[in-house]
């Protein structure tokens, strides 16, 4: 299991920065907009969505981007500033990046598709 210790790869000026910081969660506060964005989306193509098929896809996107995190943590590749973060850990990794980032970007782009289809490649056809 890596250790939780992302300033463990970051040098003593980084480190005192760092400390002087306030705590502001921008991972998840940045991603906001997108679930604003999606919301009309999501009612202009719920019906056309496999969601048995997106739930597949999102469960596979999200073990293999959990399995290639853990890796990437443990081996010091990836860091975070703890600062951004909202603070707790799943096996090293941000709590944020499986509750928020692996399920949400493959789902937006599934509906995103289903909404263009409807709205722009089918009504061009009816021209």
Same mark, same amino acid.
Request: aromatic share 16%.
């Given at each position: 299991?890596?250790? =939780? &210790?992302? &300033?463990?790869?970051? &040098?003593?000026?980084?480190?005192?920065?760092?400390?002087?910081?306030?705590?502001?969660?921008?991972?998840?506060?940045?991603?906001?907009?997108?679930?604003? +964005?999606?919301?009309?989306?999501?009612?202009?193509?719920?019906?056309?969505? =496999?969601?048995?098929?997106?739930?597949? %896809? +999102?469960?596979?996107?999200?073990? #293999?981007?959990?399995?290639?995190?853990?890796?990437?943590?443990?081996?010091? *590749?990836?860091?975070? =500033?703890?600062?951004?973060?909202?603070?707790?850990?799943?096996?090293? +990794?941000? +709590?944020?990046?499986?509750? #928020?980032?692996?399920?949400?970007?493959?789902?937006? %782009?599934?509906?995103? #598709? *289903?909404?263009?289809?409807?709205?722009?490649?089918?009504?061009?056809?009816?021209?």
């Amino acid at each position: 299991m890596p250790e =939780n &210790d992302p &300033d463990k790869y970051v &040098d003593e000026a980084e480190k005192e920065k760092r400390a002087g910081e306030k705590k502001w969660p921008a991972t998840v506060l940045l991603a906001a907009p997108f679930f604003f +964005i999606l919301l009309p989306m999501w009612k202009a193509s719920r019906e056309r969505v =496999n969601w048995k098929a997106a739930a597949a %896809m +999102i469960f596979t996107f999200e073990l #293999l981007m959990l399995l290639a995190e853990y890796f990437s943590v443990s081996r010091g *590749h990836w860091v975070w =500033n703890p600062n951004r973060t909202l603070g707790p850990t799943v096996f090293g +990794i941000p +709590i944020e990046e499986p509750l #928020l980032y692996y399920w949400f970007p493959p789902l937006f %782009m599934v509906v995103l #598709l *289903h909404t263009l289809q409807k709205y722009v490649f089918e009504r061009g056809k009816g021209r």
